[in-house]
Structures are given as structure tokens and as C-alpha cells.
């Protein structure tokens, strides 16, 4: 079966930087798009990037998105760390090979230390 | 304004049924596709299926095939989610989801927590 895996969970101090891999099992990553999902505890789900890059409206520029496909990979990067970006993120994307269909990364926790 | 309500919490035994739903508003209900998503307690998000609220077609994930039936009644912008006997591993949290322009899920639902217990 397809699948997205991330690092479990990252930390770092407010300012800095972070990156969040997301690699896939199979196939071609630039197959398909990929969005990333923040999640607070207790709420749903929120996009802050689409279709590998772009930011819907309201998500400030300190969230982007990558893909590199020499390690069949995204990254989504959060720069000048705040607290309000302690969450749980996840990667998605879509999967034609085994009817997956529309799939969800592992999740990572980010700790604002 | 684009909205999705969900049905509130509901908490059942094991053996029962289930029918929850998630009310559309502010968009051509009939031109998106709408998913449900499963959140089980401390894990991950699972794409259960996803279906065409204009012609009901639906596609489910093959973990989910045959373990709930999703639905939609376009005449009051509803989707829905039901199981015909629920399992105590049913329970989650359980969220819609509009899909747009074939790629991203750019609105949801607020939840419906499913507690099954004997």
C-alpha cells in the first residue's frame, strides 16, 4: 500500500526554522499534488499549503512548500517559529496505483519549545 | 460563506446503527466532491471515501469498503456517513470534507465524535 511517512515530531525555539519531510513508498512523488494540513488539538484540520506550494488566503508566507524528487519527497518549512504553530501537521496526497485514493501522511508534531 | 456542519456527538453500543451527517452551505453543493475522514483517538487522518453529491457517485478506500455507506441528499445540501452495526474500533472522530479542483481538502467540518460502547 501507498504511503506518506513523516518524522513523528520536531521542536524548535520561536524564531527559527523548521522542515517537515514527507516521503513517499512508492511511485513518483510529482505524480500528484501535495497539501499540508495543520491541526490544533481540538480542531479540525486546516490547509496551510496546496498543490505542493501554494498558500490559500490568510496563511502568512512563513509557510511554504517543496518537493524534491530525487528522494521522492515534500517538505513543508515554517520560518520565524511562533507558538501559535504548535500543532500536528500532515502531508497529503493521492494514490491511482491501488485505489487508495486520497492519502494522508503520518503526522508530525511540532513543539514550539 | 462556505460551511460545513456536522451532526453532533453520539455515543452507541456495539451492534447498532449510525447515520451522521454534514449540512453544506454557501456553494453549489452539487459541483464538489465531499470526503469523510477518520481520526481515531491520539492517530493519524484516513480518507474513508468520497463521493459526487450531483450524481451520488462514490469512491471508497478500500480499508472502509463495505464498513460504512456514504450518501448525500442534494435537495437539502447533506452528506452523509452511516454504519449498519457498529464495533468498538468504530469509535473516532469523524470529519467532512469539500475536495477541490481535484487536489486539496479546502474546507471541513467541525467533527463528529462516534464513542461505541458497551
Known amino acids: 500500500n501507498f504511503m506518506l511517512t513523516q518524522p513523528h515530531s520536531v521542536s524548535e525555539s520561536p524564531g527559527k526554522t523548521v522542515t517537515i519531510s514527507c516521503t513517499g513508498s512508492?511511485?513518483?512523488?510529482?505524480?500528484?499534488?501535495v497539501q499540508w494540513y495543520q491541526q490544533r488539538p481540538g480542531s479540525a484540520p486546516t490547509t496551510v499549503i496546496y498543490?505542493?506550494?501554494?498558500?490559500p488566503s490568510g496563511v502568512p508566507d512563513r509557510f511554504s512548500g517543496s518537493i524534491d524528487s530525487s528522494s521522492n519527497s515534500a517538505s513543508l518549512t515554517i520560518s520565524g517559529l511562533k507558538t501559535e504553530d504548535e500543532a500536528d501537521y500532515y502531508c497529503q496526497s493521492y494514490d491511482s496505483s491501488n485505489q487508495e485514493g486520497y492519502v494522508f501522511g503520518t503526522g508530525t508534531k511540532v513543539t514550539v519549545l | 460563506e462556505v460551511q460545513l456542519v456536522q451532526s453532533e456527538a453520539e455515543v452507541k453500543k456495539p451492534g447498532e446503527s449510525l447515520k451522521i451527517s454534514c449540512k453544506s452551505s454557501?456553494?453549489?453543493?452539487?459541483?464538489?466532491?465531499i470526503a469523510w475522514v477518520r481520526q481515531m483517538p491520539g492517530k493519524g487522518l484516513e480518507c474513508m471515501g468520497i463521493?459526487?453529491?450531483?450524481?451520488?457517485?462514490?469512491r471508497y478506500s478500500p480499508s472502509f469498503q463495505g464498513q460504512v455507506t456514504i450518501s448525500a441528499d442534494k435537495s437539502i445540501s447533506t452528506a452523509y456517513l452511516q454504519w449498519s452495526s457498529l464495533k468498538a474500533s468504530d469509535t473516532a472522530m469523524y470529519y467532512c470534507a469539500r475536495h477541490y479542483s481535484g487536489s486539496w481538502f479546502d474546507y471541513w467540518g467541525q467533527g463528529t465524535l462516534v464513542t461505541v460502547s458497551s
Open positions: 512508492s511511485g513518483s512523488i510529482t505524480s500528484y499534488y
Open positions: 454557501g456553494y453549489s453543493f452539487t459541483s464538489y466532491w
Open positions: 463521493i459526487y453529491p450531483g450524481d451520488s457517485h462514490t
Open positions: 498543490e505542493d506550494n501554494q498558500r
